[in-house]
């Protein structure tokens, strides 16, 4: 090893690097399908978390080892009927 820390990403660097929303790399995170790590309140990847995370979804050929994650509709939701 060099003696340099690793090179840590945010996630504006890593949605445009993956070309999706930032949105979708937050449901990432939440979903637990990508590693990160947590500097206060920001979120930040190491290329291994990356890496980790490209060789997944890469390995994947069928959907049911990766399912899309769900996406939630905006605004308030509905009432449940008793």
């Not at 947590?38 to 979804?57: M, P, S």
Request: proline share 7%; glycine share 8%.
């Amino acid at each position: 090893m060099n003696g340099l820390p690793p090179r840590l990403w945010t996630v504006d660097e890593l949605a445009d690097y993956l070309s999706v929303p930032k949105g979708y790399v937050y449901k990432l995170t939440s979903a637990r399908r990508i590693g990160f790590l947590k500097l206060g309140k920001e979120l930040r990847f190491t290329d291994k978390h990356i890496e980790t995370y490209l060789d997944a979804i890469a390995g994947t050929n069928s959907a049911a080892a990766a399912p899309p994650l769900a996406v939630r509709r905006s605004g308030r939701p509905r009432k449940r009927s008793a």
